[in-house]
């Protein structure tokens, strides 16, 4: 069974940095693209980053580019987000996602998500 | 950037209705648009890939249609369980948007 675990979530001052994780089981973890999107309280979804299989090509939205790093360890079967100078807008559910392997660009597979709070 | 404007932003039907949901992208995006369903405290499932494919196990009164730049979702004969938010998201290449979602209720 394919399972996304994410961790690493909690209640941050403004200006803060954190380390989300997410743990990944159930699949060839080393063949498929993954994702990080975030989901504010209450309202939509919005994407934040993109990292290949072999970490070859990173992407980031353009609202959290030069705070946030994208970064994986295929060995591990882990996906993590580096979060610095957190703002009250970075205040969200985040979710880790994946692909497979016949649809590299799909976001197939979600986590449960982990809660990021931003206050001081 | 790609921009997606989904609507309605919110729906209200009956059992058994067929119930249609739009997207628009600002610029040709071919086929490469995906439709998820999120209930309220779970995360988003994916329902349809590449504008008309339906996922494995998705009922099949779920569908999608479209290419280029308009697109439609359309639920026939809606169930009581099918009460969530609806999101279309277009991937251009590693990068990705998302509607601005619509809620659906059951009269």
Request: hydrophobic letters at 30%.
């Amino acid at each position: 069974e394919v399972q996304l675990v994410e961790s690493g979530g909690g209640l941050v001052k403004p200006g803060g940095s954190l380390r989300l994780s997410c743990a990944a089981s159930g699949f060839t973890f080393s063949n498929c693209n993954m994702n990080w999107v975030r989901q504010a309280p209450g309202k939509g979804l919005e994407w934040v980053s993109f990292i290949d299989n072999s970490s070859t090509t990173i992407y980031y939205a353009d609202s959290v580019k030069g705070r946030f790093t994208i970064s994986r360890d295929n060995a591990k079967n882990s996906l993590y987000l580096h979060i610095n100078g957190l703002r009250g807008e970075d205040t969200a559910v985040y979710y880790c996602t994946s692909s497979i392997p016949i649809r590299p660009l799909s976001q197939h597979y979600w986590g449960q998500g982990t809660l990021v709070t931003v206050s001081s | 950037d790609i921009q997606m404007t989904q609507s309605p932003s919110s729906l209200s039907a009956s059992v058994g209705d067929t119930v249609t949901i739009t997207c628009q992208a600002s610029q040709d995006i071919n086929n490469y648009l995906n439709w998820y369903q999120q209930k309220r405290g779970k995360a988003p499932k994916l329902l349809i890939y590449d504008a008309s494919n339906l996922e494995t196990g998705v009922p099949s009164r779920f569908s999608g249609s479209g290419s280029g730049t308009d697109f439609t979702f359309t639920i026939s004969s809606l169930q009581p369980e099918d009460i969530a938010t609806y999101y279309c998201q277009q991937y251009d290449n590693g990068r990705y948007t998302f509607g601005q979602g619509t809620k659906l209720e059951i009269k």
